[in-house]
């Protein structure tokens, strides 16, 4: 039997300081604040790419009090496809993202690793035609 059908719609990083965390996901990748909860247990913003809402959204959320954030090995990076690597990981780095892996040619694609500025591992790449 197949499954029932799904879309995937979000991803959620937790984060310890919720404004800078937005801050860094809106001028270094030009996301925006779609919508969001402020509750007495945690908040949250949600995000988009303007013109491209159809995407999953990013979801970033503070825990109300501060919790341990810690990002452990458990988890991989949150990809994006990029035209233009070279002027995408330079624009991150100059917003405050970490180089983990400068752009490299793997193949056929080009891949680069940052990390932002709350730990958050991003993945670039460019597909060579």
């Known amino acids: 039997m197949a499954p029932p059908a799904a879309r995937l719609a979000f991803f959620k990083l937790n984060v310890a300081d919720l ?12 996301f925006a604040l779609v919508g969001g909860y402020d509750l007495p247990e945690f908040a ?19 825990s ?26 330079a624009h991150a780095v100059a917003e405050g993202a970490e180089t983990l892996m400068e752009p490299t ?3 056929g694609v080009i891949v680069a690793m940052l990390a932002s ?9 460019q597909i060579l035609a």
């Open 105 to 107: 040619d793997v193949g």
């Open 44 to 62: 949250e913003d949600i995000m988009a790419i303007p013109g491209d809402e159809s995407a999953p959204q990013l979801m970033l959320v503070q």
């Open 117 to 125: 500025p709350q730990g958050h591992q991003i993945e670039l790449v």
């Open 64 to 89: 109300k009090p501060a919790t341990d954030v810690t990002v452990g090995p458990g988890h991989g990076p949150i990809g994006f496809v990029c035209p233009d690597i070279a002027a995408s990981f």
């Open 19 to 30: 404004t800078e965390a937005r801050a860094f996901w809106e001028r270094a990748f030009g």
